[in-house]
């Protein structure tokens, strides 16, 4: 059973607006740093947001900052990641990941990849 289950992401014109949400399963939902990480075509992967689920507490990369909300849903154990402004530097595949074991903070996450549990991965693609 996949322990993250993502939906949502597709495409946009520049200025547009996507939601992406991740489920989690068997995952101790009630305290772990959520988030998501992008890659872009020909680009390494780089984190876009983080939410620990206890506190609430949120963290932002630089580029979404203005543009992009993280947020959660404790009913459904899912976060969701609202996506406004949208530009073609935007476009890549899109990873929920989780960390049951982490708090958050900025770039936390960047430093645990290799033990962070993984989406498949949404596709977004913004055009211009």
């Known amino acids: 059973q996949d322990r993250l289950t993502e939906s949502g992401g597709g495409s946009t014109q520049a200025g547009g607006s996507l939601g992406l949400s991740c489920e989690a399963h068997e995952i101790m939902f009630k305290s772990a740093c959520m988030g998501w990480f992008r890659q872009a075509p020909g680009k390494e992967r780089e984190e876009v947001a983080t939410l620990f689920t206890s506190t609430g507490a949120t963290f932002y990369s630089d580029f979404a900052k203005g543009r992009f909300t993280i947020s959660q849903d404790n009913a459904n154990r899912a976060i969701h990641l609202q996506m406004n402004n949208l530009q073609p530097e935007d476009t890549g595949i899109y990873y929920c990941?989780?960390?049951?074991?982490?708090?958050?903070?900025?770039?936390?996450?960047?430093?645990?990849?290799?033990?962070?549990?993984w989406g498949q991965g949404l596709q977004v693609t913004v055009s211009s």
């Open positions: 990941v989780a960390d049951p074991s982490s708090r958050c903070g900025d770039g936390v996450l960047s430093r645990r990849q290799d033990r962070l549990y």
